[in-house]
């Protein structure tokens, strides 16, 4: 729905829209919503686990109608760089970049659901939200495709974000809980600063 709706208003296909509006405008040159666009001399290659073994693999092939789904194909700087945007349109109520204004970040990361089994977490749009007695709120969005796995968290507290990449599928779980923390626990005494 997505897609239609931004070829429908806009006039461009979506893949061109997002690349043009959003992630060129916020300094993501080298994210794509396609796999196959990113010069092959700065690809992953993606890995899964098969019988016990990694293997080289699990790529599919990507399709126009998937693509405002997810899958958007990025780097550690990239994604360094939206956080620092998300930090800065959070910390100036009047900010707006262009891409997002503050009431629409807001908006964003407002809950709209709380998960039954944890009360600490909750689902805004596109975010997930917690609030940590240790860690305080933050906002976290998951990656999962065939081959890669990752997480982008965003503390706007304590002014900080880190982003885990890896194009290993089976290691999803670390990727997501435990890398992550491990080093916000290398940085989190300067937050009581």
């Known amino acids: ?27 993501m040159p080298n994210s794509f919503t396609d796999y196959l666009k990113i010069p092959t001399d700065r690809r992953s290659t993606p890995h899964i686990l098969k019988k016990g073994n990694v293997k080289v693999g699990g790529m599919y092939t990507e399709n126009a109608e998937h693509s405002p789904s997810g899958n958007l194909n990025s780097c550690s700087l990239d994604l360094s760089n939206w956080i620092i945007q998300n930090l800065n349109i959070y910390k100036d109520s009047t900010s707006f970049n262009g891409i997002i204004k503050s009431s629409t970040l807001n908006n964003i990361w407002t809950t709209r659901f709380v998960a039954p089994q944890n009360k600490n977490v909750s689902i805004g749009l596109g975010w997930w939200i917690t609030n940590s007695e240790s860690l305080g709120k933050y906002y976290w969005h998951v990656g999962d495709n065939p081959g890669f796995s990752s997480t982008l968290m965003i503390f706007p507290e304590h002014n900080f974000g880190i982003t885990v990449l890896s194009n290993q599928m089976y290691s999803e779980q670390i990727v997501w809980n435990k890398i992550p923390f491990d080093i916000i626990n290398l940085f989190k005494d300067d937050w009581k600063r």
């Open 1 to 27: 729905m997505l897609g239609y709706l931004v070829q429908k208003i806009s006039g461009k296909q979506y893949e061109s829209y997002i690349r043009d509006n959003i992630l060129l405008k916020s300094n």
